[in-house]
Every structure is written in C-alpha cells, then in structure tokens.
C-alpha cells in the first residue's frame, strides 16, 4: 500500500543544511514549502503551528536538536548552550509528549557520543531514523486498525462503515498515513467502503482545512460537520466507530487530544458507538498515572476563537465573529477517561486503555520501577 499524500516534513538529497516542511496555516488554499535552518526556525514552525500535530512537532525538534548541535559548536560556552535550545524547543507546545520525547532521545544520544564536531552529523542520522521509524509505526497503526473496520464492514454485509473524527490525526500530524486516519487510508486502498464525519474543529478547523483536505486529495468520501453535530449522528446510527489521534497518553489509558474529543467520547458511550484513539509508542507518558489532573493543557491566544480566518476574495483573511471586548480562554486540548475508550490502535497492536495492557503490549519499553 501506498502512502496517500506526500510527507508533511523531509530532507532534499544531499541538501542536509536545511529541512523542508508545508506551511499548514495555509493549508487547504496555498501549498506553501517553508526550510527550516535553525532552531529559532524549528522553534517559529513549532509554535506558530506552521508545524503541528504530536508526532510531527517531535520530528521538527528531533532536527532543531541537529542545528542546535551546529550552532552550540561556535559558541564558548557549547554544552550549556545545547541543553538551553533543547529546553526553548520543549518549551514551544506542552501538552504533546512527543516534542520532549524527541528532544530527549537526541540528548541521550549526545551524552553518549560526546560533544564534537562530529555531534551534528550523528544526530541529523537520529532525526533520520526517527522520521522513518514514525513513518513505520503509522502504517502499522493503519494494519491493525484496519482490522476494526473490516469486522464492521463484514456486520453491516459490505455496506459503508461510517466513522467519525476530530481534529487532524492525518498523514500531515505525522510523517506518513497518520494515526486516525491510518485505518482509513489503508481500508479505503483494500476496496472497503468507508465515508467519514470530519468534525470542523474549532478554533483553529483543522478538521475543515486539514482533515478535509487530506481525505480529498485521497479521495476517501467524506462530510464536513460542525464540531456539536456527531452526538446527533451517534443518536440516528449514523456513527459506526470513531477515531481519533492522541497527544499525550498516561500509563492508565487517558488520552489528552484536541479539545472537544472528551466530548465525542460521551457521546459515543452513551450511543454504545466503539471509541478508539490510535497513537505511536512515542506519545505514551509512562511518567503520568492521572491524565486528567497531571497533564499539562495548552492554553493559546484568545485571538483563535474570536477571530475565523478563512479565503476571501482569494485572499486569506480573517473575520471578528464576536463583539471586539468580548473575553475568550482557549484551551487547546482536553482528557478523555480511559473508562470511555473502547481500545487503544498502537503500532504494536490494539489493546485496552488500562496500565496493564499497556505494559503487557510495551513490556521491553515499559520504565522498571526503581
Ligand atoms: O493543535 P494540534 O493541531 O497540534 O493538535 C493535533 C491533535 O490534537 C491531533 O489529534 C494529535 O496531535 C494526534 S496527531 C497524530
């Protein structure tokens, strides 16, 4: 099977002084390529969300690591240096686990290398391996998930298994296939019929402009609805499994993802629709026991949910959708319980959201008590 759009970061052949990512901000209307060149640059893309989605934000910082390493070389005072760029790239977004882990994964590889001229060149490998690795791990999330749709399209006698999704867990959070929508692609390449609800998600829509787009480009049918829409469709049978990526995973099974996805849970349980959240190892936090109490959510600029930007006139611009003194929060994320997730789609196979399960299916990965 084939990935179905192109990769949302890479490297030119032989061009290592720079690495290439689309502009998502300005995805669907403008298919903008930005080089990264620094950390500051990794850092921008990161922050501004040139760059987002769990896994991707960790393979932006796994290459701000690579220049960090090049630009700590010319400075006297190189490994403070390095350890601060590597705390400014953790900075940029708190909630996915996935920037710190790959940040870290470089540092464990500087400490074991040393710090040299050689330094850059070994860690523009790791971010190399990590970007594969992902690349990998997505697919096979797409192969067990799979296997979830294809029981359903065998109930339903080959009818169209409807699913439903939040926010962009797509091959533009990664680096290939996705995490949500991995199942999707690869049931849609085997011939079966699947259509998916693309919830909006507000503020920033990247189901509209992202989630939309991608399932367009691989022409997987699907609808737009508004993020309030799939209780209604859950209540008319409309629903058959939903699922949905993940930032942060605790080691009991809750799962931090865009907002409002806790909302599509409860919903989804009392519908007795089946809930999955689809992830790679890289995104579980064996440190956190209680999602809902320990895991750090973003909060961003209220400016996202007052202002909407969209095309006009084939210009971007954006609209105030609110009186101008109107107070906004928006937070980024929020927790879904594992008591309201079906099961959990990892590069290792589906399990429960349960510690127990998660250790089982992870034991070689899984942090020994000291
Ligand atoms: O704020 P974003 O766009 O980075 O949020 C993305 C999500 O919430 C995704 O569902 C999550 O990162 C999983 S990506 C495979």
């Not at 937070?331 to 089982?360: M, N, Q, W, Y």
Request: glycine content about 8%; overall charge negative; charged content about 25%.
């Amino acid at each position: 099977m084939k990935n179905p759009i192109p990769r949302s970061i890479w490297v030119e052949k032989g061009q290592p002084d720079f690495v290439q990512i689309i502009d998502q901000r300005l995805l669907p209307h403008e298919k903008r390529v930005n080089d990264l060149k620094s950390t500051r640059d990794c850092e921008r893309a990161i922050a501004d969300m040139e760059v987002r989605g769990a896994p991707l934000i960790g393979i932006t910082a796994a290459f701000g690591m690579y220049f960090a390493a090049i630009e700590a070389l010319r400075h006297d005072d190189g490994i403070t240096c390095l350890e601060k760029k590597a705390g400014f790239l953790k900075a940029t977004r708190p909630t996915a686990v996935n920037l710190a882990w790959a940040v870290d994964q470089q540092m464990e590889v500087y400490r074991k290398h040393g710090f040299n001229e050689k330094l850059p060149g070994v860690l523009f490998e790791n971010a190399c391996r990590l970007m594969e690795e992902d690349a990998e791990m997505c697919r096979s999330i797409g192969q067990f998930g799979l296997a979830l749709i294809e029981q359903i399209a065998r109930e339903k006698n080959g009818g169209t298994v409807n699913i439903l999704t939040h926010c962009n867990a797509g091959s533009l959070a990664v680096i290939e296939w996705g995490t949500a929508t991995a199942p999707i692609y690869h049931a849609h390449q085997k011939g079966v019929n699947v259509h998916v609800w693309v919830d909006e998600t507000r503020p920033r829509n990247q189901g509209a402009n992202l989630t939309a787009y991608e399932l367009g480009e691989a022409k997987v049918p699907h609808t737009l609805i508004v993020d309030n829409a799939g209780g209604h469709l859950m209540q008319h049978g409309q629903v058959d499994i939903v699922f949905v990526g993940c930032d942060r995973l605790s080691r009991t099974g809750d799962a931090a993802n865009k907002v409002g996805t806790y909302l599509k849970a409860l919903a989804a349980g009392d519908n007795e629709v089946p809930f999955y959240v689809c992830l790679p190892s890289s995104t579980i936090d064996w440190g956190v026991s209680d999602g809902v109490s320990e895991i750090e959510i973003e909060e961003r600029n209220e400016r996202e949910v007052k202002y909407m930007p969209g095309m006009l006139n084939g210009r971007i611009e954006e609209v105030l959708i609110c009186p101008e003194t109107t107070p906004a929060y928006n937070i980024g994320f929020d927790v879904t319980p594992a008591r309201l997730i079906t099961g959990l789609v990892t590069e290792k196979g589906v399990c429960e959201a349960s510690e127990d399960s998660l250790t089982r299916l992870f034991a070689e990965s899984t942090p020994k008590a000291s």
